[in-house]
């Protein structure tokens, strides 16, 4: 594996693989790296020549400073990680790499509605920073396809929608939430809880599913309030948002018949982590 730390020793290395004819798939990462993310490697590996990974923990999408700076590094790891699992380039850019003239952004791109609900709705300015980096990794990059994780749901409307206003030539492929045994969503974040904490976290996917096992049995609004319920009565979680939403627009819905499919979304703090899930249904 390659691994690049500089821009033009980057661009220099994949526009002579482009000149041979190969196809680059990218998968980017905040890095602290676990089976979800090297799912992602595996999609690139099947769909690509060239399989393209980064680790950059982005300033500009924290709207807490405490969160950024609590976020695992764990480089080393993750390099033999990537490896193992047949990356082929890896780019693990600093700061003034990815942002050579400061990290403040002349682009504002309207997303309509999908940075205002949910995560956009709770984490002011998080989206425009996601945006920003990624619009800047794939210029770049230049990569065939970025893939990307559905534990991320609105992230990947959102990048799909930048993808369109930019005219972008790069194609979104979506890879499915990778889970525990036990049903938590592998997040990078799952390293932060507690062991009393972590056996609690399970109870977030259970609820989910209890939605989807109440799909057009009871209302939406009873199937909701079961889910919320549910992860209420452990007495040690706090519900930023348990929301039933289009998967194309992310507005909640109100009847089952509102949408063809539906995303059932939810951000949950954990003592000090924030952890988000979803689940398409039915």
């Not at 380039?89 to 942002?99: A, K, M, S, T």
């Not at 972008?168 to 499915?176: Q, R």
């Not at 909701?224 to 948002?241: C, F, H, P, Q, T």
């Amino acid at each position: 594996m390659y691994i690049f730390r500089k821009v033009t020793d980057l661009q220099n290395h994949l526009n002579e693989l482009r000149d041979a004819k190969q196809s680059i798939a990218f998968a980017p990462t905040m890095g602290a790296l676990h089976n979800g993310h090297m799912s992602l490697v595996s999609k690139c590996n099947r769909i690509a020549d060239i399989t393209v990974s980064s680790i950059f923990v982005n300033p500009t999408q924290f709207n807490d400073k405490s969160d950024l700076e609590k976020y695992p590094r764990t480089v080393e790891k993750d390099t033999t990680m990537l490896i193992e699992h047949g990356c082929d380039v890896l780019f693990y850019p600093e700061v003034d790499e990815i942002y050579p003239k400061g990290t403040e952004s002349d682009n504002n791109y309207d997303f309509g509605q999908l940075d205002k609900v949910l995560e956009g709705a709770h984490r002011q300015g998080h989206f425009a920073g996601v945006a920003q980096v990624v619009n800047r990794l794939l210029e770049i990059v230049e990569p065939n396809w970025i893939v990307m994780g559905q534990k991320d749901y609105q992230q990947t409307a959102i990048i799909r929608k930048l993808l369109s206003l930019t005219n972008s030539k790069t194609e979104i492929v979506v890879s499915p939430t990778i889970r525990e045994k036990d049903g938590l969503a592998m997040s990078s974040r799952n390293v932060r809880l507690k062991e009393d904490e972590r056996r609690e976290a399970p109870t977030i996917y259970a609820s989910l599913e209890a939605v989807r096992q109440a799909y057009k049995t009871i209302s939406v609004k009873e199937a909701r309030e079961l889910a919320v319920k549910n992860i209420e009565a452990s007495g040690s979680m706090k519900i930023d948002y348990l929301e039933l939403v289009h998967p194309h627009t992310l507005q909640t819905i109100t009847d089952w018949d509102d949408a063809e499919s539906i995303i059932v979304c939810t951000a949950v703090h954990l003592g000090d982590v924030r952890l988000i899930d979803n689940i398409s249904i039915p």
